[in-house]
């Protein structure tokens, strides 16, 4: 995309703050889902250990029960395809941004041997207008992070989705938020492939009345299914490939 558009977008500032407003005042306010954040699925074989790391999306905001959102039904489905037993971690908050999770979060992780790591970033930060620099070291720096405390680990970004698809913005303030998006993802993309990570396509909204909650931005059940398909290959090849040379290494000891 042409690198004028963010720029531009700030003209629209003033638009962008007062439909903001508006949007805030009439949008449901929800909280994080109720459930463990840890779930256990027992298997045979050398475990996968899955850590989904976030914002509001991640903590399941939107629906009622954790096991309902991307962090368990990511897990239940590897554990499902491989056989292999599965341990899949939510650490997913409220207006995350690249910053705080970077700043915040990730410093504060165990070291619990993650062998895959989801990162669902970028919403907030566009949201906020963050700018495209802001997020270049933001997020560039929570890659560094997560590679230098977790060195093994398969890394996956979930970009920003199609701004323009969510219910409750208003069609000018969707579109200015999707230049936004569109620029955090160019940028974001650009850091996975130069630190060791993978960045996801962005999960398509087919349906938006059915992939959205109540309060019309974060996803409904059905939208967390469909995102938890949408990133499965993305793991679940890997893992598989992982595992197996695992097993043989394990067989050879023997």
Known sequence: MSRLLPLLSWLAFPIYAWQGIGV???TQRLLPAEGPVTHAIPGQG???RLLVLGDSSVASVGIARTDG??????????????GRPVTGRAAGFNSATATQLRDVVVPNLAHDGWTHIVVSVGTNDAKNFHTVA????DFGGLLYGLRAKFPAARIVWSPVIDMTTVPALPPLLARILEIRAQAINAMGTRLCHERGAVPAS???VEDPALGFSTDGFHASEAGYRAWAEHLLPLIELPAAEALASASVAEEDRQ
């Open 24 to 26: 805030r005042l009439r």
């Open 46 to 48: 050398a475990p996968v």
């Open 69 to 82: 959102g991307i962090a368990a039904l990511l897990a239940a489905m590897l554990a499902r395809d491989t």
């Open 134 to 137: 802001r997020f270049k070291r």
């Open 202 to 204: 962005r999960l398509p």
